[in-house]
């Protein structure tokens, strides 16, 4: 089944170690998603990807960077976990001028 | 801009009577609205999306949702809840087929009762 495929699902740094988490997709979309989420709150948008093209968010840190080597590829770096990035981050999909976004299982990161 | 707004942050119900999410949302254009369910841990399922067809719309696992561009709403239903239904919901809206952008509600809490 194509989908939206997140490495690893619980990933636990320490405070100030550079941390990357995966996203990979099947569905051969054009666009990927980053999203922070904390608890009992709704997903937050970090940057996307169209094609090649990056969009920052403008309240996005500068701590947070973005890769996408290819098509199905896709990675968050947090060069600097700090306690407050305690989170879980959903990767997403779409295709152009589709809006409907597909989303990974998620990875729930834990900064000690 | 658009935002949207989940009237209820937490509906209880009981297995077996309907469930009612209610939805109301602002746009200054002709919105696509979205439901996603997550349950626990999970990642964000799609329920149902309007896109400017049907205004009754059905989604999976039997919900569905009616879009009433007067009272700007949209409003989530099923008839008949059952446990694995116990998850949070997520009313979402963009601008339309041009806008990348997802305009998350703050979710409802569903909790089911044996």
């Known amino acids: 089944d194509a989908m939206v495929i997140q490495n690893p699902r619980y990933q636990v740094t320490q405070f100030g170690k550079p941390v990357t988490l995966s996203c990979s997709q099947t569905l051969n979309h054009n666009v990927m998603y980053w999203y922070q989420q904390k608890s009992s709150q709704a997903p937050k948008l970090l940057f996307h990807y169209y094609d090649k093209d990056f969009n920052n968010e403008a309240d996005t840190p500068d701590n947070f960077q973005s890769r996408r080597p290819n098509t199905s590829f896709c990675f968050l770096d947090i060069r600097s976990p700090g306690l407050g990035d305690a989170a879980m981050y959903l990767c997403a999909t779409s295709r152009a001028a589709y809006n409907e976004q597909f989303f990974g299982p998620g990875t729930r990161l834990t900064v000690l | 801009a658009q935002s949207v707004t989940q009237l209820d942050s937490h509906v209880s119900v009981s297995e077996g009577t309907p469930v009612l999410l209610r939805c109301n949302y602002s746009?200054?254009?002709?919105?696509?609205l979205f439901w996603y369910v997550q349950h626990p841990n999970k990642g964000l399922q799609l329920l149902l999306k309007?896109?400017?067809?049907?205004?009754l719309v059905k989604g999976i696992n039997g919900f569905e949702a009616e879009f009433k561009k007067s009272e700007t709403s949209f409003h989530l239903t099923k008839p008949s809840a059952h446990m694995s239904d116990a998850a949070e919901y997520f009313c979402?809206?963009?601008?339309?087929?041009?806008?990348?952008?997802?305009?998350f509600g703050a979710g409802t809490t569903v909790t089911v009762r044996a």
């Open positions: 979402v809206v963009t601008l339309g087929s041009n806008d990348y952008k997802l305009s």
């Open positions: 746009s200054s254009y002709s919105p696509s």
């Open positions: 309007y896109t400017s067809a049907a205004t």
